[in-house]
T-cell receptor, first 115, second 115 residues
Framework: GAGVSQSPRYKVAKRGQDVALRCDPI?????LFWYQQALGQGPEFLTY????????KSGLPSDRFFAERPEGSVSTLKIQRTQQEDSAVYLC?????????????FGNGTRLTVT | AQSVTQLGSHVSVSEGALVLLRCNYS??????LFWYVQYPNKGLQLLLK??????LVKGINGFEAEFKKSETSFHLTKPSAHMSDAAEYFC?????????????FGTGTQLKVEL
């Protein structure tokens, strides 16, 4: 069965470039999350969508980070003017319901390297 | 605010030996606690979760964890390690009060299994 799909799997960007990371959640999943995982660390929450509504963006580290989910399915995480500290694995997760009772399903992540 | 602390960033065991990975939590509300496993270049896979139904939780691949409120712990165990258990393990805590199933992760424990 189809799981959470993320693309690209790897992205190398030069400092100052803009990048866009895509997440295709499991079909029908209401909730979608983005996490950032730095090398040797646990994932850290970035932002949360319920359908197309971005209900929590408290984890976005700066205004260079922007996420959207315009039709309530596919989501894009955009990072403008990338910096070296943005190098990390970006994980997307989705879950079936909005109440937090169903488990999170994670994608394999996008590894971003900023040179 | 919620947090988890994983004691020991690296644990090494012999094949067939007991696996014990430690996790302590801090939460101002009754917590939901999780253990995830991450294989290289893969996303996170849920091993088990505590949702207050039972203090001893059994998960996949022979793992289990016991919730001890008095010790604020949720340690992960497996009676007999297998080579395929070598991976990174993350403990996580969730607050059900709104925000879906937003997770706060520990820094992870890398499990090595030796012959």
């Amino acid at each position: 069965g189809a799981g959470v799909s993320q693309s690209p799997r790897y992205k190398v960007a030069k400092r100052g470039q803009d990048v866009a990371l895509r997440c295709d959640p499991i079909s029908g999943h209401v909730s979608l999350f983005w996490y950032q995982q730095a090398l040797g660390q646990g994932p850290e929450f970035l932002t949360y969508f319920q359908n197309e509504a971005q209900l929590d963006k408290s984890g976005l580290p700066s205004d260079r980070f922007f996420a959207e989910r315009p039709e309530g399915s596919v989501s894009t995480l955009k990072i403008q003017r990338t910096q070296q500290e943005d190098s990390a694995v970006y994980l997307c997760a989705s879950s079936l319901d909005r109440a937090g009772n169903s488990p999170l399903h994670f994608g394999n992540g996008t590894r971003l390297t900023v040179t | 605010a919620q947090s988890v602390t994983q004691l020991g960033s690296h644990v090494s065991v012999s094949e067939g030996a007991l696996v014990l990975l430690r996790c302590n939590y801090s939460s101002s509300v009754p917590p939901y606690l999780f253990w995830y496993v991450q294989y290289p270049n893969k996303g996170l896979q849920l091993l088990l979760k505590y949702t207050s139904a039972a203090t001893l939780v059994k998960g996949i691949n022979g793992f289990e964890a016991e919730f001890k409120k008095s010790e604020t712990s949720f340690h992960l165990t497996k009676p007999s390690a297998h080579m395929s258990d070598a991976a990174e393990y993350f403990c996580a805590v969730s607050d059900r009060m709104g925000g879906g199933n937003k997770l706060t992760f520990g820094t992870g424990t890398q499990l090595k299994v030796e012959l």
